[in-house]
């Protein structure tokens, strides 16, 4: 009888026992292994919240702070770029094709984005996906406006519901632009990405809502109406930041120098996949935090296990001498223990691993559509098979305790009854 069959017998003697840890090590496994995948990602969707754009450009500022209000809507511009400026950019041979962007205005909370139709066909986010439209349609009229999944979900808004603007970006809205309401011309699909949150209108109507304001409030004197407003040449004079895509990648740095070193006004331009990178490395520590709590807890599981062996040793007294008597050596006793531990540790690992591609199967679905993150199903990375590996070598050396201790009980001791 092998030492491998003579374990296996062991543990069925004691199977309650032995199932309790498993279940240990498959819960510390399915937790270690699940923080890694959904961090994973967690990181490729935030690395792909913006795709198939060469430069971001902005006014003069950090790369960091142009990508969060650029994108990500978060924080405010140092300063606008002036129509000229960019219609010069847009005009160099190098680029492709350009999306103008204007923030500044908000609706209860979410931000309100001024660009062109083109947004909605060069926008790309999760490598290669483009944005779709749920409902309805790009704006086509001046007050048209389309709104991101979560605008419509969370405020309840269908086709043709109006809604208006707030200037400025406060929580409490003052300065409303309700005398030129909006029309809810469509609403696009969930995407994981700020887009989501975002309420865009054309940059003509930007200028149309702020056409009678004056240093951030209604001039009285100046006032006028929607249809007026809808007879007027309207221009943008100038907006916050621009999307930029080459005809060729060669040239990405030639551009990015011409602008960087632009001379009518200061500008700056950034690669997104740099600054985006640049950004996930300031929340690095917590993906650092997660993996030692899960490493702790795997740690916590592998000691339930060398606990469990240690409490029954004092019943298996008997059995080891037994094993004794007939000839078994130390080595025989000591590769026992070590193989129970091991059969634990590897059920368990193979238990864990089983329950994490389960649940993702089952959560991928409805953890995409609400909160954006993509669960990439694949086998093992070799990062994690290595984490895999080290724990079974954990096991193994976490039941050499329990042996050592086995090889100490005496024949005597064994066969001795005690009362």
């Known amino acids: 009888m092998t030492i491998f069959r003579l374990a296996l017998l062991s543990l069925r003697n004691r199977w309650l026992t032995a199932v309790l840890a498993v279940l240990a090590i498959a819960v510390s496994v399915m937790l270690l292994l699940g923080v890694e995948k959904v961090r994973v990602g967690a990181r490729a969707s935030f690395a792909n919240t913006i795709a198939g754009t060469d430069l971001i450009v902005g006014a003069r500022t950090g790369g960091i702070q142009l990508l969060l209000y650029a994108v990500f809507r978060i924080g405010d511009a140092t300063n606008n770029i002036s129509w000229r400026s960019y219609q010069a950019v847009a005009a160099r041979p190098e680029v492709a094709w350009s999306v103008p962007l204007s923030l500044g205005d908000s609706h209860r909370g979410f931000r309100v984005l001024g660009t062109s139709t083109d947004y909605f066909t060069r926008y790309r986010y999760r490598r290669d996906k483009s944005l779709e439209f749920q409902a309805g349609a790009p704006f086509a009229d001046l007050f048209d406006a389309v709104l991101g999944a979560d605008v419509a979900r969370t405020l309840g808004y269908r086709l043709d519901d109006p809604i208006v603007v707030a200037h400025g970006l406060g929580a409490i809205e003052t300065n409303l632009h309700d005398d030129k309401p909006f029309r809810v011309a469509g609403i696009l699909r969930k ?139 130390p080595r025989t006793i000591v590769a026992l223990m070590v193989s129970e531990a091991v059969i634990l540790t590897m059920a368990g690992v193979l238990a864990g691993v089983g329950a994490v591609y389960v649940g993702l199967l089952l959560a991928r679905g409805p953890v995409d559509a609400a909160y954006g993150i993509y669960l990439e199903i694949g086998p093992p990375t070799a990062t994690e098979l290595q984490a895999l590996a080290a724990i079974v070598v954990a096991g193994a050396l976490a039941g050499l305790l329990p042996a050592w201790r086995a090889y100490r009980l005496s024949l005597a001791d064994g066969m001795t009854v005690r009362t």
């Open 191 to 329: 995407t994981g990405t700020p887009v989501d949150r975002t309420v865009h209108v054309s940059l003509e109507a930007i200028e149309a809502i702020h056409i009678d304001w004056q240093d951030g409030r209604r001039d009285p004197g100046q006032a006028m109406s929607a249809a007026e407003v809808a007879q007027l040449p309207l221009q943008p004079r100038a907006i916050t930041a621009a999307l930029v895509g080459l005809t060729s990648r060669l040239g990405v740095f030639r551009l990015q120098r011409f602008i960087n070193e632009f001379r009518d006004e200061p500008l700056t331009a950034i690669l997104p996949g740099v600054a985006l990178q640049q950004l996930w490395s300031l929340v690095a520590t917590a993906e650092t935090a997660l993996l030692a709590v899960s490493a702790m807890v795997v740690v916590t599981a592998i000691l339930g296990m060398v606990t469990m062996v240690l409490a029954t040793l004092n019943e298996r007294r008997r059995e080891v001498a037994i094993l004794r008597a007939v000839g078994a050596g």
